[in-house]
């Protein structure tokens, strides 16, 4: 008899610092996830952002319930997606509530501007994208927010990268062809 996918589960289970040390093995982008509207000006650093879809445009932010920039998206109904580039891992550090200086999730920090549905965008980022939320599911101790993209720009930045709980950018192998790799690792972050 086949066991049902919960005992399966259960069989199967990992501890959380056994998932989050294997999951360092992966390298991602850095992004910090804003809004703004009737619930507050907020933002957070989050590592969990990819596409869902080019036609229409969506993407997928996951971020922890705990922190009250969820709470905000929910109800301001939309959220701009800003990916750090290579030289910003200070602005990450702010609102990952880390900071080297100053105050955690402090916007006077940085420089932004006001997108087309007023989220704030970092002036200098690798890529912005506006975005009205589409659906949101909760999982685990996260909740996912598919949001349908409005806007876009494209900057000149090169990404910033995060894995193994350090950062880095993107460097030209020696193995021929432009393939990339990682480098020069600096500060740490907290968990997205």
């Not at 390298?27 to 036609?55: F, H, P």
């Not at 990916?83 to 105050?103: C, E, K, S, T, Y």
């Not at 506006?130 to 876009?152: K, L, N």
Request: proline share 6%; charged share 15%.
């Amino acid at each position: 008899m086949n066991a049902s996918p919960t005992e399966a589960l259960n069989e199967a289970s990992v501890t959380p610092v056994e998932f989050t040390q294997a999951m360092g093995a992966a390298a991602t982008g850095v992004t910090i996830v804003t809004t703004d509207g009737v619930a507050g000006r907020m933002g957070l650093t989050v590592s969990a952002l990819t596409a869902v879809s080019a036609e229409p445009p969506l993407l997928l932010a996951c971020l922890n319930r705990k922190n009250p920039s969820v709470g905000a998206i929910t109800q301001n109904g939309r959220f701009a997606a800003n990916i750090l580039g290579d030289m910003q891992h200070d602005v990450a550090q702010v609102f990952a509530g880390r900071p080297v200086a100053g105050g955690p999730y402090d916007f006077s920090r940085h420089e932004w501007t006001e997108g087309r549905s007023g989220v704030p965008l970092l002036k200098g980022a690798a890529a912005t994208f506006e975005c009205e939320i589409e659906s949101i599911h909760d999982a685990g101790t996260h909740r996912i927010f598919i949001g349908r993209v409005t806007a876009v720009v494209r900057g000149s930045a090169m990404p910033l990268l995060y894995s193994n709980r350090r950062f880095g950018r993107l460097v030209t192998l020696e193995t021929g062809g432009g393939n990339v790799g990682i480098s020069d690792p600096s500060e740490s972050i907290a968990d997205p």
